[in-house]
């Protein structure tokens, strides 16, 4: 059985789909700063480009040191999404780093909300 339905997420991201807003239209995260764990691919990836589509920053963190082409494709993705509230859009960015280590999360947290002046 196949779907109609037009591709979403990620998976719209990587096959070159024009950008739409899908996600958590619902609601506005403008001006937010978020940080996802696990943000380089799958469940994580995911999540953070619904929270930029809604209009937040997301950092997304991960273990390998640069982000790979895939995500690269995700945040061009995002990148051309329609402009919310005005000229404001969301974005991805991507932070290497390890949940394991307690004092490196730490930094990477406070380095983001001293760089936008919070983090939600």
């Excluded at 591709?7 to 506005?28: D, N």
């Excluded at 402009?83 to 859009?89: N, V």
Aim: a negative charge.
């Amino acid at each position: 059985m196949t779907s109609n339905a037009p591709l979403q997420g990620v998976a719209a991201a990587l096959t070159s789909t024009v950008p739409i807003r899908t996600a958590l239209t619902q609601f506005s995260l403008v001006n937010h700063v978020a940080l996802v764990t696990g943000g380089h691919r799958g469940i994580g990836l995911e999540i953070a480009l619904g929270l930029t589509e809604a209009g937040a920053i997301v950092y997304c963190l991960d273990l390998p040191l640069k982000p790979d082409d895939e995500w690269l494709k995700v945040q061009a993705y995002a990148s051309d999404l329609p402009a919310l509230s005005g000229d404001y859009r969301g974005r991805l960015e991507y932070v290497p780093g390890d949940v394991t280590d307690q004092e490196g999360i730490w930094k990477i947290a406070e380095q983001i909300a001293a760089r936008h002046g919070r983090l939600d």
